[in-house]
């Protein structure tokens, strides 16, 4: 395998403070001041990007295109919280990413991520079209 070849098994991890921006009483998503769901899956998606970012060509980039995500325990403001993620099938241009975030307690959501390789430049010109 080359030194930079993706394969199953690549791992990434964010990690953020929950912040008032990142409380769903703030974003839109609730009326409470937990940390947002929204943000949790922002989290997610981040670590999947950086995770397989060195593997990919110059040009290319991935972008999400469905997630399956649990959100099952609520975080305070001010808590740590992190995604981690783990590549687990590859399908051409798909790649699917088993993923869960945590705070300083224990878990608080769990699932599954998709994505897809694009060139990027094609990608922004095509959405930039419409």
């Known amino acids: 395998m080359e030194a930079n070849e993706l394969h199953i098994g690549i791992r990434g ?18 009326l409470v001041r937990v940390f947002a769901t929204a943000m949790m899956i922002a989290l ?4 999947a990007v950086y995770s397989v970012e060195p593997y990919l060509t110059p040009g290319q980039g991935t972008v999400g295109v469905h997630v399956d995500v649990s959100h099952c325990s609520a975080t305070p403001l001010g808590m740590r919280v992190w995604a981690e993620t783990e590549l687990v099938e590859i ?37 930039d079209a419409k």
């Open 13 to 30: 991890r964010e990690e953020t403070v929950v912040t008032e921006a990142l409380l769903a009483s703030n974003v839109g998503s609730g």
């Open 91 to 127: 399908d051409r241009r798909r790649l699917v990413f088993r993923v869960a975030a945590y705070d300083e307690r224990g878990l608080i959501g769990e699932g599954r991520h998709e994505r897809f390789i694009i060139d990027s430049e094609k990608f922004q010109a095509k959405a």
């Open 44 to 47: 997610i998606e981040k670590a």
